[in-house]
């Protein structure tokens, strides 16, 4: 951790609306929005799963703290398993493009003769 903190003294802070200027960012007000989007979708199937789960499938209203955290445990295994693919996939790349070019080293003597 130290190694990413500067050493230095901290620098005068500025006042209120110098700090909010970094919101002037579109690069900035687009991470907000984005983020303010991706809370909503989590908040809004809170709100539906819990009626469609006691109203309509039956579950028992005690039943649905369970229910919501494997809704959370499916969550991150989905995302976390989204990423081990996209990772696989580079990996499976690399390890055929190393493979092609180890082949092409091989055959280059004998295509030369």
């Known amino acids: 951790m130290r190694r990413f903190v500067p050493a230095g003294p901290a620098a005068a802070s500025g006042s209120v609306f110098g700090e909010l200027r970094v919101f002037a960012d579109r690069d900035v007000q687009l991470a907000v929005a984005l983020t303010a989007v991706g809370n909503l979708g989590v908040v809004a199937v809170f709100t539906y799963i819990a009626p469609l789960l006691t109203e309509v499938a039956g579950f028992a209203a005690s039943a649905m703290p369970a229910l919501l955290l494997g809704y959370g445990i499916g969550a991150v ?19 055929l493009r190393r493979d092609r070019r180890a082949k092409s080293r091989r055959l280059a003597p004998a295509l030369a003769e």
């Open 77 to 95: 295994a989905g995302n976390a398993g989204a990423l081990i693919t996209a990772l696989g996939a580079a990996l499976a790349v690399a390890i």
